[in-house]
Nanobody, 115 residues
Framework: QVQLVESGGGLVQPGGSLRLSCAAS????????MGWYRQVPGMQRELVAAIDSGGSTNYADSVKGRFIIFRDNDKNMVYLEMNSLNPEDTAVYYCNRRWYNLSSWGQGTQVTVSS
């Protein structure tokens, strides 16, 4: 059983930055595909960024060039560095671990971009 705990959300002004953290326990992040998703009320959860076991990354078009996903295998953590934030980035952000057909989610952390 893996547990994922997100942190780092909060209120930030447009143009600002935040770093989200996802702490994993029980299973390694290095052998799985780790992803950050986000969801706003009434909308489907969408993939923001992912990093696979080989280190390859992919990003939603809306965040390319602004967000960076990376992990620290020694600490068993995954991060999402978010820059040039805009109000459209406001959402609850979730960490996900996917290993074969096993998918685990964190509880989410709220990010609000507003002046």
């Amino acid at each position: 059983q893996v547990q994922l705990v997100e942190s780092g959300g909060g209120l930030v002004q447009p143009g600002g930055s935040l770093r989200l953290s996802c702490a994993a326990s029980g299973r390694s992040v290095s052998i799985a595909t780790m992803g950050w998703y986000r969801q706003v009320p009434g909308m489907q959860r969408e993939l923001v960024a992912a990093i696979d076991s080989g280190g390859s990354t992919n990003y939603a078009d809306s965040v390319k060039g602004r967000f960076i996903i990376f992990r620290d295998n020694d600490k068993n953590m995954v991060y999402l560095e978010m820059n040039s934030l805009n109000p459209e980035d406001t959402a609850v952000y979730y960490c996900n671990r996917r290993w074969y057909n096993l998918s685990s989610w964190g509880q989410g952390t709220q990010v609000t971009v507003s002046s």
